[in-house]
């Protein structure tokens, strides 16, 4: 059974930092691509970060580039997403997603696992 469990989200200040984490479990961890997705109130379902099996390749939507980071442990199964200088807009619910095959990409359908999110709301 394949389980994506996220951890990490809070209520912070603008400007405040915090690290998302998610675990994996039910599949061969080491060889899927993962990325975080995110959904505010009222709006659509929104990329964020993916990074490929070995980490080495990474890509970000530019509303984040320069302030969030994502990255792997697969030692761990554990995928992060430190966020930086946060921002009231990044006030959203936070999926992590897998990739049975192929390579990180923004497109959500490519992802063939999502968790439950963990929410994450920034105060100005």
């Known amino acids: 059974q394949v389980q994506l469990v996220e951890s990490g989200g809070g209520l912070v200040q603008a400007g405040d930092s915090l690290r998302l984490s998610c675990v994996a479990s039910?599949?061969?961890?080491?060889?899927?691509?993962m990325g975080w997705f995110r959904q505010a109130p009222g709006k659509e379902r929104e990329f964020v970060a993916a990074?490929?099996?070995?980490?080495?390749?990474?890509a970000y939507a530019d509303s984040v580039k320069g302030r969030f980071t994502i990255s792997r442990d697969n030692a761990k199964n554990t995928v992060y997403l430190q966020m930086n200088s946060l921002k009231p807009e990044d006030t959203a619910v936070y999926y992590c997603?897998?990739?049975?095959?192929?390579?990180?990409?923004?497109?959500?359908?490519?992802?063939?696992?999502w968790g439950q999110g963990t929410q994450v709301t920034v105060s100005s």
């Open positions: 039910g599949f061969t961890f080491t060889n899927r691509a």
């Open positions: 997603v897998a990739r049975l095959s192929g390579g990180a990409t923004v497109v959500a359908a490519l992802y063939h696992y």
């Open positions: 990074i490929g099996w070995s980490g080495g390749s990474t």
